[in-house]
T-cell receptor, first 115, second 116 residues
Framework: EAEVAQSPRYKITEKSQAVAFWCDPI?????LYWYRQILGQGPELLVQ????????DSQLPKDRFSAERLKGVDSTLKIQPAELGDSAMYLC?????????????FGPGTRLTVL | AQKVTQAQTEISVVEKEDVTLDCVYETRDTTYYLFWYKQPPSGELVFLIR??????QNEISGRYSWNFQKSTSSFNFTITASQVVDSAVYFC?????????????FGDGTTLTVKP
């Protein structure tokens, strides 16, 4: 069964360090999403890609966060420098079509702890 | 602006009890989508159901059922004869077709604990 892959599953870093997360969506899914989920809250969309183009990054803290999907397949989310408040679960999801909404499939997430 | 409220933070039931998880939403759109997801301790969000704003029919899938009422802006989720494996965090979500149908706004979730 096709799945969304994410790595690493867990990351511990010190503040001011750089971290990067990787996501490989389900093959053929043009739309890719990065969400941040703070403990006790629902996921919040950080960035949405349609192929290699950014559709929505209105909630992405662009002073320290960046995301890319260069070939329209896998994607990397980077934080530099990491801050204590960035500790959260980072979820990647993909869907077949982004305009006319379809089901989003989520990966297992990367749990980030910033010390 | 779209908003989803799940007023129940935590619910605890004994196995075989029925339980209803509440979801109230706010939107100005006439076309929108509502979802329920399950998040087990492993962390991965599992899609359960999607309902669009034009379809108010209730739905039943095994022990799961959903009650969509536009008049009260609610999309409640009922688990019948709950089981220990139902223990998880459940999220209700909303997306608006006029802005970005792919962008979902999630509630803060309801943690369901089913005790044996």
């Amino acid at each position: 069964e096709a799945e969304v892959a994410q790595s690493p599953r867990y990351k511990i870093t010190e503040k001011s360090q750089a971290v990067a997360f990787w996501c490989d969506p389900i093959s053929g899914h043009a739309t890719l999403y990065w969400y941040r989920q703070i403990l006790g809250q629902g996921p919040e969309l950080l960035v949405q890609f349609q192929d290699e183009s950014v559709v929505d990054d209105s909630q992405l803290p662009k002073d320290r966060f960046s995301a890319e999907r260069l070939k329209g397949v896998d994607s990397t989310l980077k934080i530099q420098p990491a801050e204590l408040g960035d500790s959260a679960m980072y979820l990647c999801a993909s869907s077949f079509v982004g305009v006319d909404y379809n089901e989003q499939f989520f990966g297992p997430g990367t749990r980030l702890t910033v010390l | 602006a779209q908003k989803v409220t799940q007023a129940q933070t935590e619910i605890s039931v004994v196995e075989k009890e029925d339980v209803t998880l509440d979801c109230v939403y706010e939107t100005r759109d006439t076309t929108y989508y509502l979802f329920w997801y399950k998040q087990p301790p492993s962390g991965e969000l599992v899609f359960l159901i999607r309902r669009n704003s034009f379809d108010e029919q209730n739905e039943i899938s095994g022990r799961y059922s959903w009650n969509f009422q536009k008049s009260t802006s609610s999309f409640n989720f009922t688990i019948t004869a709950s089981q220990v494996v139902d223990s998880a965090v459940y999220f209700c979500a909303l997306s608006e077709a006029s802005t970005n149908a792919g962008k979902s706004t999630f509630g803060d979730g309801t943690t369901l604990t089913v005790k044996p």
